[in-house]
């Protein structure tokens, strides 16, 4: 009678313990695939959302060049078919957008032949920062510059990007178009973009030159540094490389790439961690469970048992 329950309490006991060990495999199982299929979603959540704020940036200044450039070509075909009303039109423009800040025609040697803006021009000219040679592939025949200081104006040096239109015929003793517009609107529009709680965009060109940054200081100081070559190297799209999400997008008007900067750590892993925790607190309570149902069916057996006895 003794052996009978001996082999009574061992079975149960038994029982309970491969009870728990199949609840305990299966529950880390579901768990890993699950934390797995969550942060997969988080990460692909980011890039769309990384992506969509990109796409925003491009749109506002493709939008934003794209009116620059209808406005230079207006000037242009103005200046061939009037050009006795080439002054004024200049003049209104300058008077009508707040972003113009000097036009300025040069001929074919790149000689200065007029100046117009609201503000005083040097009387002695050595450097001229806004002048710029447009190359033979440029859109539409217009190039865009890297920002840079109006150096030819008196006591006045705003930052800006150069727009600058070869003509095809010489008119008003002119070959070039230039328009000088404030990049500060680009600049602010950039430093309110966020992905994320540190992300950011910037701009650089095709040979890898940061146009604008949002830490620019912190670049110029050594203190920051951004991997131009290898961004030259990605095509536009999401990518993800060292535990952040790098965003291209190219301009349609200008040799310009919008580049947006995610931290997956601070979109991803931080909430994957969260997760993780609520994970292994639901482990140990199904354990838990699982030990006390199987310790409460190992006291029955063993009450039944002793009954039968």
């Not at 305990?24 to 704020?53: P, W």
């Not at 650089?204 to 940061?210: A, L």
Request: aromatic share 10%; proline share 2%; with cysteine.
């Amino acid at each position: 009678m003794g052996k009978r329950r001996q082999s009574s309490i061992s079975l149960s006991r038994a029982m309970t313990l491969v009870v728990v060990t199949m609840v305990f495999t299966s529950v880390i199982i579901v768990l890993i695939i699950f934390n797995l299929a969550f942060r997969d979603s988080l990460e692909k959540a980011a890039v769309t959302s990384a992506g969509q704020s990109v796409e925003q940036v491009a749109l506002t200044i493709n939008n934003y060049t794209r009116d620059m450039t209808e406005i230079m070509d207006k000037l242009y075909m103005n200046s061939v078919e009037d050009p006795d009303s080439q002054e004024e039109l200049f003049e209104s423009l300058i008077n009508i957008r707040d972003d113009v800040v000097m036009i300025a025609t040069y001929d074919m040697h790149n000689n200065n032949t007029g100046i117009w803006s609201n503000y005083d021009t040097k009387e002695m000219i050595y450097t001229n920062l806004s002048l710029f040679s447009v190359p033979s592939n440029a859109s539409g025949g217009i190039s865009i510059s890297p920002p840079h200081v109006v150096t030819v104006l008196q006591d006045y040096y705003p930052w800006v990007v150069t727009l600058t239109k070869t003509a095809e015929e010489t008119f008003s003793n002119a070959a070039k178009i230039a328009i000088d517009v404030r990049f500060s609107a680009i600049a602010t529009y950039i430093d309110d973009i966020g992905i994320g709680q540190h992300g950011y965009c910037f701009i650089i060109d095709g040979d890898g030159n940061i146009i604008y940054h949002p830490q620019q200081q912190l670049i110029y100081a050594g203190l920051k540094s951004e991997d131009e070559e290898n961004l030259l190297e990605l095509e536009d799209g999401s990518h993800i490389a060292d535990g952040v999400i790098y965003t291209v997008r190219s301009l349609d008007n200008c040799n310009w790439r919008i580049v947006g900067v995610t931290f997956l750590d601070e979109t991803v892993a931080e909430r994957v961690t969260t997760m993780a925790t609520a994970s292994v607190l639901i482990f140990l309570v199904i354990v838990l469970l699982t030990f006390l149902s199987g310790s409460l069916f190992s006291y029955l057996s063993r009450r039944t048992s002793y009954s039968s006895l």
